[in-house]
């Protein structure tokens, strides 16, 4: 929670602090004064794309030298507003996991009173096609089998009760011509291989078996996602 002065009114807020984020958003039924954008942009969401027109600006830490832009979404279910990673390095701000501080600069400190919400560790289902007694199971499931989830930073387990078989017309190696991807992304491919490599997932093989790297684009500011063919 942080105390926050909007463009009309002072009340206190529920912020996400979201360093994946480039910008900011704000919960449109917060704001008075919607500034049109000079030009309207696309933005990812769980529902899809959707078109971000306006803006605003709020003083988010009652001081004058914390302006920000905040974009208006067409709502934002869980918090009142997202603050991104971008105003975080143009405030030269700096956060204290243990006292929950960030300090902005060199020496104006903001206590941030933070609570702890459910949203953020909720199994986030897409349930809204659903009749209310799909729903109903569909919760049931999630909360009898909660290890069937992990938390995004957790290594993913694997067994070898079940093992899968491809059966072929013959055992003579089938190989696969590989998918260029650009030389900028060999960085990229080169890490994630890493990681797989690091978590168990894969493991170095010299199987005359070819299993080609595809570079999938995930986002629009050009990060990816690596596919592997087997």
Request: hydrophobic letters at 30%; proline letters at 7%; a positive charge.
């Amino acid at each position: 929670m942080s105390s926050s002065s909007l463009p009309y009114v002072e009340c206190k807020t529920k912020m996400l602090i979201d360093i994946g984020s480039n910008k900011n958003y704000i919960q449109p039924s917060h704001v008075l004064k919607k500034i049109p954008n000079d030009e309207p942009f696309f933005a990812n969401s769980i529902a899809g794309q959707i078109q971000i027109s306006h803006h605003t600006i709020i003083n988010l830490f009652r001081s004058n030298d914390t302006s920000l832009k905040f974009f208006l979404p067409s709502t934002l279910k869980s918090f009142d507003g997202i603050i991104g990673n971008d105003s975080f390095k143009e405030l030269r701000a700096t956060i204290n996991i243990y006292d929950d501080t960030p300090t902005l600069g060199k020496n104006k400190k903001i206590k941030i009173r933070q609570k702890p919400s459910p949203t953020v560790n909720k199994i986030d289902v897409r349930i809204d096609h659903m009749t209310a007694t799909q729903k109903q199971h569909i919760s049931h499931l999630t909360k009898k089998y909660p290890l069937l989830f992990i938390e995004p930073d957790e290594k993913l387990t694997y067994t070898t009760t079940v093992v899968g078989e491809i059966r072929t017309s013959s055992y003579t190696p089938i190989y696969t011509k590989y998918y260029p991807y650009p030389l900028a992304m060999r960085d990229f491919v080169k890490q994630e291989i890493e990681n797989l490599l690091k978590d168990g997932i894969i493991r170095p093989s010299r199987s005359p078996y070819n299993s080609p790297v595809w570079v999938v684009p995930k986002k629009l500011d050009a990060s990816g996602q690596k596919s592997t063919n087997s």
